[in-house]
Each structure stands twice: as C-alpha cells, then as structure tokens.
C-alpha cells in the first residue's frame, strides 16, 4: 500500500484545512486508517483513526471537537478535517494504514506516507 498526503498548507490561528490520504492497491477498504503528527523537537503522536467500515473512530483528547476523520472506500482516500486550529497544531502530518483489528489509537501501522506540512500561524 502506498499512501500519499495532500492539503497542508499555511493557515491563520482559527482557520481551517482538509487534508486527504490517497491510497494505491485494491485492499483499502480492509484497513484501518490513521493520522498522526510530529512537530519539531517532539515525537510522533497520535490524531485521529478511523476503521476499516467508518463505523467506529478514536481521537485525540487535543483536537476531539475541532477535527474530524473520514474515509471514501470507493475513492481509496482518507481524509482529515481540521477547524479551529491552533498554533500548537503546526506539524507535519502523516497518514497510516493498519490491518483491519489494529488498535486505532496505538496501532500498529505498517504503511506511511511522507508527510504534509501544516503550519498554523499569523
């Protein structure tokens, strides 16, 4: 599976972006989807997860009420809504692809994209 992150940009304090998660392969539909961040000087952390089916999701306590996660099996593409963002949401993001029982808060991924910037600032 290869995955690959689009949307991130530069945005005001309050602001809003989309990011997506485009997916190769025929098997999308039987994995669980993750979005993770990393800002510098931090580790990796935990965003938000989504099932195999969109039935079932798990956010961070950071951003649960201001983001949001969903998924388009037909289109392979998981997607990660953000309203109200905050400087401390400035990182890069990256999506991930579990096995269809992982964990979604802890995982574990075994697919990862490259990563797409968000900067939120004034």
């Known amino acids: 599976v290869q995955l690959v992150e689009s949307g991130g940009g530069l945005v005001q304090p309050g602001g809003s972006l989309r990011l997506s998660c485009a997916a190769s392969g025929r098997t999308f539909s039987t994995y669980a989807m993750g979005w993770f961040r990393q800002a510098p000087g931090k580790e990796r952390e935990f965003v938000a997860a989504i099932n195999w089916s969109g039935g079932r999701t798990n956010y961070a306590d950071s951003v649960k009420g201001r983001f949001t996660i969903s998924r388009d099996n037909a289109k392979s593409t998981v997607y990660l809504q953000m309203n109200t963002l905050k400087p401390e949401d400035t990182a890069v993001y990256y999506c991930?692809?579990?096995?269809?029982?992982?964990?979604?808060?802890?995982?574990?991924?075994?697919?990862w994209g490259q990563g797409t910037q968000v900067t939120v600032s004034s």
């Open positions: 991930a692809a579990g096995p269809t029982a992982t964990s979604l808060r802890v995982g574990p991924y075994d697919y």
